[in-house]
């Protein structure tokens, strides 16, 4: 099967400062890229649909300025959060489609990220 | 709007048969998924529906009803391993998002 890979998979980093996450697509070539969070014991929550070559679409709450999305290739797309908090602790999760609508999510790893 | 409900944890025991359902009201429908997921680690994709009716895999089937927006996963002969959360993930038409609902945290016991 399709897999997705995610960089690195945990990261702590100090209140402030900018974490960024890549997510690959290792053996085929994703047109598509969606960012989830999810927070202990919570389902997981869609943040932005990145689509290459174009500006990511983000889900209603998400702040773009502070979630900044890049899908620069159709293998890779990446999440750059900025002047992180310790609320935005989280774990954060890739998946890529491939082709046309109706194509299978295939996820990545996980990103666990903690904010000190 | 988009509403996906699960209930939030659920118990068995070892062997047994346990059904978690999953009831959803979305704007646009095509296909509803199931994911294993346990603690700390991605979604592992178990099954999908798009047509009313079962589909079995193994120890796992997955029902749909579209009219009634309802749909359930059966798991049997459950082993201890199958401790885990279970979540329901409805695709939205034309955008491919997966909304999934809440998540169910089953518990296996001896």
């Known amino acids: 099967g399709a897999v997705v890979s995610q960089h690195p998979s945990r990261v702590i980093c100090k209140s402030g400062t900018s974490v960024k996450i890549e997510c690959r697509s290792l053996d085929f070539q994703a047109t598509t890229m969606f960012w989830y969070r999810q927070f202990p014991k919570q389902s997981l929550m869609l943040m932005a649909t990145?689509?290459?070559?174009?500006?990511?679409?983000?889900e209603q709450g998400v702040e773009k300025d502070k979630f900044l999305i890049n899908h620069a290739s159709l293998t890779l797309s990446t999440l750059t959060v900025t002047s992180a908090h310790p609320e935005d602790s989280s774990f954060y999760i890739c998946s890529a489609i491939s082709g046309i609508l109706g194509g299978e999510q295939y996820f990545g790893p996980g990103t666990r990220l903690t904010v000190t | 709007g988009q509403n996906i409900d699960q209930p939030t944890e659920m118990t068995a025991t070892e062997g047994a048969i346990v059904q978690i359902n999953c009831t959803y009201q979305t704007s646009g429908f095509n296909g509803l998924f199931w994911y294993q997921q346990h603690a700390g680690e991605a979604p592992t994709f178990l099954s999908y529906n798009v047509l009313d009716g079962l589909e079995e895999k193994g120890r796992f089937s997955s029902f749909l009803s579209r009219s009634k927006g309802y749909s359930y996963l059966l798991l049997k002969e459950l082993q201890m391993k199958d401790s885990a959360s279970y979540l329901c993930?409805?695709?939205?038409?034309?955008?491919?998002?997966?909304?999934f609902g809440t998540g169910t945290r089953l518990q296996v016991f001896p």
């Open positions: 993930a409805v695709r939205e038409r034309n955008t491919d998002k997966l909304i």
């Open positions: 990145s689509n290459e070559g174009s500006k990511a679409t983000y």
